[in-house]
């Protein structure tokens, strides 16, 4: 069942419906990140929790999602062999035991700009929508088992469009369990207006599992160095404004994991790269800002 699955579970259904190439270094970062030790078991061995608390949200719930985050940059910036085991802790976000027997403290602070914000949460309301109104269809659910439909949308609907497109969208559903074809497809501009004008592709894929899938994703805006930085900068203040409140007998990090809307997180990582490299990790002890594939250590 979906509800039981873990953060291991997720990354292998991910290659497989994307079908994504092999790509034994990729493979090595997330088997790295599912062995990081996190209270008290490995993360990949976690289940996930969503915000809602309904399977396939679409957004972790606040602190698993703070979990992933922290699990993604120790891996990207290399600190995950520095790291024994991990605890889900207040103040600040978690507290670390490093392989040489001492303690340090992480708060995470996750990079996202305003825009990709909005569109995201677009997304997730209408992700929301349209599977509890599919949920609640057993036919419907049954011809579209052992498949995975991934629906692609550019920008928000405006929001007196919103229950136009989850009519759309629960319609688009019907349409293809009864056409049976995969694959990649456009969105028929005559049949689904309101979707056609806001999405960009839908796509349905085998994969073998004895489960259904249905996802909203957001196509990543194209990197804004300007709003990047800006973004950088709010959320860079607002956690050294934390740190005097937290130990100062122990050393504490600030990570920084740049937000899965990116379209290209590298040509993020590169747009902030002066940015980061102009300041340094005061007040804190650590920075890193990046993702799993790399980041930035100060």
Known sequence: MLSAWTVRNRLSFRRKIHRLPSDPVGEGREARLCAIVANGKPLGEHRLRWRSGEVGDGNFEDRFGELMGLGHVLVGA???????????TEKPDFRLRLVDGSIAHAEVGRVLVESAAELSNCVTSLRRTVRQREGGDSVLQRSLLGSATTLTIAKAPAPRQIGVACEETLALLNWIAGDGDYGQRAIDPVRFPVLSAVGETCEVLRHGYRVYSF????????????AMRSAFGRMRAKKAAKRKGYPANEP???????????????????ALQKDVLATDARPYDLLAVGTIDGAIVL
């Open 252 to 270: 504490v990090w600030l990570l920084m994991p740049l937000a899965d809307e990116f379209e290209a997180p590298s040509k993020v990582l590169e």
């Open 215 to 226: 996802d909203i994703d957001p196509l990543p805006p194209p990197c804004n160095p300007d």
């Open 78 to 88: 290399a600190l995950d062999a520095r790291v024994a085991s991990i605890e889900t």
